[in-house]
C-alpha cells in the first residue's frame, strides 16, 4: 500500500510552482513572459531569440538564470526581483489541502527554484501560509537551480534532513532524479505520469494523494 511506503518518511519536501497550487492557474506564464523580457532587455535580442535563448538555458543549466548568470554574469537579484513581480489573483485558498499538509507527521518545507518571498507570497494565496518548517529558494542553494545534485545538496544539508527518510513532491520529473539517487521518496505531481525510473509514484491530485497517506 502506499501509506505503508510513506511510513518511514518524516520530512516532507514540496516544490513550489505547478505543485502546492493547480497548473490551471497558469501563475508560471506571468514569470515567462517576464523572464523573456528580461532577456531582450539585457541581452538586446529580439523576442523569437530570447525564446530560442531561454530554451538553451533551460536545457543546458537548468533554469533561464542559470544560463544567464554561467553564459553572462548576470546579477541574479534584480532578475529574481523582476520576474517574481506577479499578481496572485488568480490563485484560491485550499483548505483541504492545507488540513493534510498540516495532518503530515514531521517536518515539512517548501523548496523551490523561485525565490522564498515569492513562495511567501503563493502560500498566502493559497492558504498554506504557518504549515511549513522552513521555506527554501534558490538563493539558500547559492543560485544553484534544481535539478543540480548540488544545489539539493547544500539545501537539504542547511536543513538537516535525512534523505533516506524524506519525500519530495515536485512536477518536473527532471528534478526528481537527484532526490530518488539521495534515497527519497519521489512522487510526480503533474496531469499525467511520465515513465522515468526515478519516478516512484504519480498524482493528478496532490490533496488527495496526501489524504490516502492518513487514511
Same mark, same amino acid.
Given at each position: 500500500?502506499?501509506?505503508?511506503?510513506? =511510513? *518511514?518518511?518524516?520530512?516532507?519536501?514540496?516544490? +513550489? %510552482?505547478?505543485?502546492?497550487?493547480?497548473?490551471?492557474? /497558469?501563475?508560471?506564464?506571468?514569470?515567462?513572459?517576464?523572464?523573456?523580457?528580461?532577456?531582450?532587455? @539585457?541581452?538586446?535580442? %529580439?523576442?523569437? &531569440?530570447? !525564446?530560442? +535563448?531561454?530554451? *538553451?538555458?533551460?536545457?543546458? *543549466?537548468?533554469?533561464?538564470?542559470?544560463?544567464?548568470? $554561467? &553564459?553572462?554574469?548576470?546579477?541574479?537579484?534584480?532578475?529574481?526581483?523582476?520576474?517574481?513581480?506577479?499578481?496572485?489573483? =488568480? +490563485?484560491?485558498?485550499?483548505?483541504?489541502?492545507?488540513?493534510?499538509?498540516?495532518?503530515?507527521?514531521? $517536518?515539512?518545507? @517548501?523548496?523551490?527554484?523561485?525565490? #522564498?518571498?515569492? #513562495?511567501?507570497?503563493?502560500?498566502? #494565496?493559497?492558504?498554506?501560509?504557518? +504549515?511549513?518548517?522552513?521555506?527554501?529558494?534558490?538563493?539558500?542553494?547559492?543560485?544553484?537551480?534544481?535539478?543540480?545534485?548540488?544545489?539539493? !545538496?547544500?539545501?537539504?544539508?542547511?536543513?538537516?534532513?535525512?534523505?533516506?527518510?524524506?519525500?519530495?513532491?515536485?512536477?518536473?520529473? /527532471?528534478?526528481?532524479?537527484?532526490?530518488?539517487?539521495?534515497?527519497? /521518496?519521489?512522487?510526480?505531481?503533474?496531469?499525467?505520469?511520465?515513465?522515468?525510473?526515478?519516478?516512484?509514484? *504519480?498524482?493528478?491530485?496532490? =490533496?488527495?494523494?496526501?489524504? #490516502?497517506?492518513?487514511?
Amino acid at each position: 500500500m502506499t501509506r505503508d511506503a510513506f =511510513s *518511514h518518511v518524516d520530512a516532507w519536501v514540496f516544490d +513550489l %510552482d505547478n505543485t502546492l497550487y493547480p497548473p490551471e492557474a /497558469r501563475l508560471f506564464d506571468h514569470i515567462e513572459v517576464r523572464m523573456t523580457a528580461w532577456v531582450m532587455q @539585457v541581452l538586446g535580442v %529580439d523576442q523569437p &531569440e530570447a !525564446d530560442r +535563448l531561454r530554451l *538553451h538555458y533551460w536545457q543546458t *543549466h537548468g533554469t533561464t538564470l542559470a544560463g544567464l548568470m $554561467r &553564459e553572462h554574469d548576470v546579477d541574479p537579484d534584480p532578475y529574481l526581483l523582476d520576474v517574481h513581480d506577479i499578481p496572485m489573483d =488568480s +490563485l484560491t485558498p485550499d483548505a483541504t489541502l492545507a488540513a493534510r499538509i498540516r495532518a503530515l507527521p514531521g $517536518r515539512r518545507i @517548501v523548496y523551490t527554484n523561485g525565490t #522564498a518571498p515569492y #513562495a511567501e507570497r503563493v502560500l498566502a #494565496a493559497r492558504g498554506l501560509s504557518n +504549515l511549513f518548517d522552513a521555506v527554501y529558494g534558490v538563493e539558500h542553494a547559492g543560485f544553484l537551480p534544481k535539478p543540480d545534485r548540488a544545489a539539493f !545538496d547544500r539545501v537539504f544539508a542547511h536543513d538537516g534532513i535525512t534523505t533516506a527518510r524524506a519525500a519530495m513532491f515536485e512536477d518536473d520529473p /527532471r528534478n526528481l532524479a537527484a532526490p530518488h539517487a539521495m534515497g527519497m /521518496r519521489t512522487v510526480h505531481v503533474a496531469p499525467e505520469p511520465v515513465a522515468q525510473a526515478h519516478i516512484e509514484y *504519480h498524482t493528478d491530485d496532490l =490533496s488527495r494523494f496526501l489524504g #490516502a497517506l492518513r487514511d
